[in-house]
């Protein structure tokens, strides 16, 4: 199933106050509210949540980009771009519901 389309924003709970992320369609994506921490740790949470599709769509540009320079130049990613790509490529999985 894919995810709620972004942009995501960060809003304000109507009567709390609390920060919440809402998606393009204005449905909440993701409620921040949590007596366990400080309100602004919640608000920091908020604005990376709000993030994560952006984040994800940049992750893959870059992978693309990646792939592309590693045809270009031989197929290998080299000891520098290799372990990012791995990275990358196990964050869009984990991010499109693959498992950990």
Known sequence: MAHTPGPWTVERHPHSGHP????????????CLNDAI???EAEANARLISLAPEMLEAL?????ACEHEANRTGGDFGPIIGPA????????????GAEA
Not at 20 to 31: I, P
Not at 60 to 64: A, F, Q
Not at 85 to 96: F, P, T, Y
């Open 38 to 40: 400080p309100v602004d």
């Open 60 to 64: 893959e540009k870059l992978l693309e």
């Open 20 to 31: 919440l992320v809402a998606g393009a369609n204005s449905l909440v994506v993701a409620d």
């Open 85 to 96: 790509a791995e990275v990358a490529e196990s964050l869009i999985a984990r991010a499109c």
